[in-house]
């Protein structure tokens, strides 16, 4: 990073206090450490639980809670960062004060999130058809009687269509029956395994590895920027804020991952992965904190870079993938009550995130 540093302003220069500063860091660490660790855990672990079950109502709301807070930090928390950080008056004016690149950048982070959700949705739909075929079943033209008797079938042809080949009737007729039922039940669990519905599993597993990415990437700047201030005017409300948005993030993610149905042993890495990330970045930037100047312009245009792109992330999988899916699904359109609870929480979700942003 460059030497050369944008002067901080006189009232953070008047709170700087390293002793003081460094103990809220340790604080900041366990305090998002487990509120990370429990909004991940609850989904996973609380899915067992009536009220908590990925069908249920209550989840739904909260669901719709935490993408409001998902929403509220792209929108309020990041987006405004990197815009201060790209239009700082200590990088050149030309090009950062001629072009607007906070909004660029999101934008283009966002269209690329979009084909990265389409080419992922198609592989995975490709790689459910192509274990689906490998019944050696077509599911389209699948017309078989659930119950086949001695009699209902004639010697040559069944009553749908079905080739019976054989000489002794009554035991072919009890060979196909057998046959179409393992048939049937092999096409049953390929559809339980991904969904058979437009709000299937596909959806969530491409959902839960793009919002991680886009998740983790901003928790890795704002844990930078926490562990490298010698101010605790500053590391206050960023340790309240960040515990309060990785509950709810962790539980947003958990959500998709518990739907995507991930083995235990995947589930466990991503969830993990989530939780640890902001604290580790906390506990980078303590130790970088004596050379690392987070006011030099090239810090400045990295983190202003890298704030722009998790925000179109963020944004787009909050819109997308979060909240349109969940609203114009079928289940919510024919349920009135949970459409207005559902959105009631939304709300309160955004509006509680976004009033942080007078403290953080």
């Known amino acids: 990073m460059s030497t ?14 390293e002793k003081t500063a460094l103990i809220l860091k340790f604080v900041a660490i366990g305090s998002i450490l487990l509120a990370g660790m429990i909004g991940v855990v609850i989904p996973l672990v609380g899915k067992k639980w009536r009220i908590l079950k990925a069908d249920s109502s209550f989840f739904f709301a909260t669901k719709a809670f935490a993408a409001g807070v998902i929403l509220a930090t792209g929108f309020v928390h990041i987006l405004p960062d990197a815009t201060s950080a790209l239009s700082d008056p200590c990088l050149p004016k030309f090009p950062w004060s001629s072009f607007p690149f ?15 959700d389409i080419v992922s949705t198609q592989y995975y739909e490709a790689k459910q058809e192509k274990q689906i075929l490998s019944s050696g079943i077509e599911v389209d033209h699948l017309v078989v009687p659930l119950v086949v008797k001695e009699g209902d079938l004639d010697e040559g042809e069944g009553r749908n269509g ?21 048939h049937l039940e092999n096409v049953d669990s390929h559809k339980h395994a991904f969904g058979d519905d437009s709000d299937g599993v596909v959806r969530y597993v491409v959902a839960s590895q793009v919002l991680e990415l886009g998740i983790v990437s901003h928790s890795i700047i704002i844990g930078l920027s926490l562990g490298v201030s010698q101010s605790p005017c500053t ?22 991952i518990s739907q995507a149905r991930f ?19 906390v506990g980078i930037g303590i130790g970088v904190s004596s050379f690392y100047n987070h006011n030099s312009p090239r810090a400045l245009i990295i983190e202003g870079i890298l704030d722009s792109i998790s925000a179109g992330i963020l944004i787009y999988m909050a819109l997308v993938d979060l909240i349109a899916a969940e609203f114009l699904s079928k289940r919510m359109k024919s349920n009135l009550g949970e459409q207005i609870v559902s959105f009631i929480a939304l709300f309160i979700g955004a509006g509680l995130m976004a ?6």
């Open 4 to 17: 050369s540093s944008c002067s901080e302003s006189l009232e953070l220069e008047a709170c700087r206090d």
């Open 102 to 116: 906070s909004g660029f950048v999101a934008m283009m982070s966002a269209l690329v999130t979009l084909l990265a």
């Open 162 to 182: 079905i080739c019976v080949v054989g000489v002794d009737g009554h035991d072919t007729h009890i060979h196909e029956n057998r046959q179409m039922h393992e």
């Open 235 to 256: 590391i206050r409300p960023l340790l309240g804020a960040l515990s309060f948005h990785q509950f709810f993030e962790g539980f947003a993610l958990a959500g998709c």
């Open 263 to 281: 083995g235990v042993l995947r589930s466990t890495f991503m969830a993990g992965f989530f939780a640890v990330t902001a604290p580790m970045s």
């Open 355 to 360: 009033s942080l942003a007078a403290w953080a």
